[in-house]
């Protein structure tokens, strides 16, 4: 099992058992204890557990997003599909206010060297973005979120309103066609909806596990997105939004 998927496990065992031990991690993941306590480290250094002797306890509360450097390395291969998608939808030119989140941090990469106009709300992503020869940047203000390095609060909110984007590509937490597009946070939702307001058009970036999850703060119904783009994902979840009147790609 690969170290980032490993992790993953022991994340999720972890947080379903709200306390568990060594070698039990060991008999579910096929690591040596020795490979687990390395990891139970590393977990424990990003805030996700706690160590106690023989074992490790969830710090991760049932509605709460894990850490992003722990997010930013899961399903990497498919955020990138997903990224190189959104990018090939976005013509030279464009405007494009890109929202914060792992998925839309790859959205960033993918377009650092296209001649278009760029409003990150993240630093993760204007650090991305900083070098991009052909590229022009716009900063906005903002208090950044610990960790997420997402920008939030009232001079976020100010940087969007005094703009008019082609494009908002938006990351979410959730998105079903019952629910619509949720976060976990909430001053993170209230930056999704004031960027979806700013746009003419709305891309929603997200892996097919969040296809058939809802967090705490409704951010949009999905007849207000005009794209979603996602991983393989079940055939029921992306019909239910389609039926709802959105254009679902699949890469």
Partial sequence: MA???????ITEAVREAGRIGVAELAELTGASEMTIRRDLEALAAQGVIERYRGGARSLLLRGVEPP?????????????RIAAE??????DGESVVLDSGTTCLEVARALAHRRVTVMPLSL???NALADGPHLTLLVPGGRPRPGELALTGPLTEASLTALRFDTAVLG???LTAEDGLTAYDLDDA??????LGCARRVIAVAEA???????????????ALHAVVTDTAPDDRTERLTAAGVTVRTV
């Fill in 209 to 223: 596990g969040k296809l058939s999850r809802t967090a705490l703060a409704h951010v949009a119904p999905v007849d």
């Fill in 190 to 195: 209230a930056i999704k909806r004031t960027a």
């Fill in 124 to 126: 993760h992503a204007v």
């Fill in 3 to 9: 170290g980032t998927e490993r992790l993953r496990r």
């Fill in 86 to 91: 959104v990018a090939g939808l976005i013509a």
């Fill in 172 to 174: 979410c937490c959730g």
């Fill in 68 to 80: 992003f450097a722990l997010r930013a390395q899961e399903g990497l291969e498919a955020k990138r």
